[in-house]
Structures are given as C-alpha cells and as structure tokens.
C-alpha cells in the first residue's frame, strides 16, 4: 500500500470511529443544544470518511474497517464511564479526551506518511482541523 492509501486509510479509521462513539453519547442525554453539537460533529466526520473511501478507491484500494476488539472496546469504554455520571460535562470531557486521542494519532500518521500527495494531506490537515474544532466546541459544555 502506498503512503497516500496508507493515509487516507488512517483518516478513514479516525473519522469511522468518532461516528461510532458519538450515537451512544447522543443516546445517553437529553439536553438538546449537545445533541445536535455531536450530530454536527458526526456528519463532519461522515464527510471525512466519505472522502477518504472515494480517494482510496481513485486508488484502487479499499479501506480497512476498525476492528472488532476496538469497537467493543470502545463502546464498553463508554459505558463504564458514563455509568456513574452522565452530565453533559462528563460527556463533554469524554469528547475532549477522545478528540485529543484523534489528533494524536493523524499527527502521527501524517509524519509517518510525510511522503503522502497533497490530496491525502490535505484530508489529513481537514481531519486535524475538526477534531481541533470539536474539542474548542466542547469547552463550551465543561
């Protein structure tokens, strides 16, 4: 796999698993002005995703699902710590962790595939910029 496929497949992950955690949380509250925060944060990274199955496929490649053990973990992960405290602060913080979990990793991805085109990067860069957003966003519900 070449390093814009092998990028573009890392975006792909980063963005797949922000839209599998973000339902369980929109589940879990009722205060309406965070919901549709993570619906718009979702949607962003339904964006994301999108682009970087249709930039793999200009590539001839598919992208690889996040595993099985990550999903569960995750979704486990949520759930212990939203079992005691479900405010929206706590679910914000969560957020915030996760968004910061995120930006580390397409930080490292990037400077793993420096050598990616410009079109991968430049996902990467979006990628990076909306996970930077989500965080400022959250800071809003602290």
């Known amino acids: 796999m ?4 092998c990028l573009l497949n890392d975006i ?6 922000g839209i ?12 309406q002005k965070f919901r549709e925060v993570l619906k718009d944060q979702m949607a ?7 682009t970087a199955e249709i930039m ?3 590539r001839k490649e598919k992208p690889e699902e996040i595993g099985s053990m990550a ?6 992960m949520t759930e212990m710590k939203t079992m005691t405290d479900k405010s929206v602060s706590h679910m914000a913080d969560m957020m915030i962790q996760g968004n910061t979990m995120g930006m580390t990793a ?8 420096e050598d990616a085109d410009i079109g991968a990067t430049s996902l990467a860069e979006k990628l990076l910029a909306t996970a930077e957003h989500n ?3 959250m800071k809003n519900f602290l």
């Open 106 to 113: 397409i930080i490292r991805n990037m400077r793993e595939h």
């Open 20 to 31: 599998q955690s973000i339902p369980q949380l929109i589940e879990m509250t009722d205060d």
């Open 56 to 58: 793999l496929a200009q």
């Open 135 to 137: 965080v400022s966003e």
């Open 44 to 50: 962003e990274y339904q964006t994301i995703a999108s």
């Open 71 to 76: 999903k569960i973990s995750s979704y486990l």
């Open 12 to 17: 792909y992950q980063n963005a797949r698993m």
């Open 2 to 5: 070449t390093s814009d496929a």
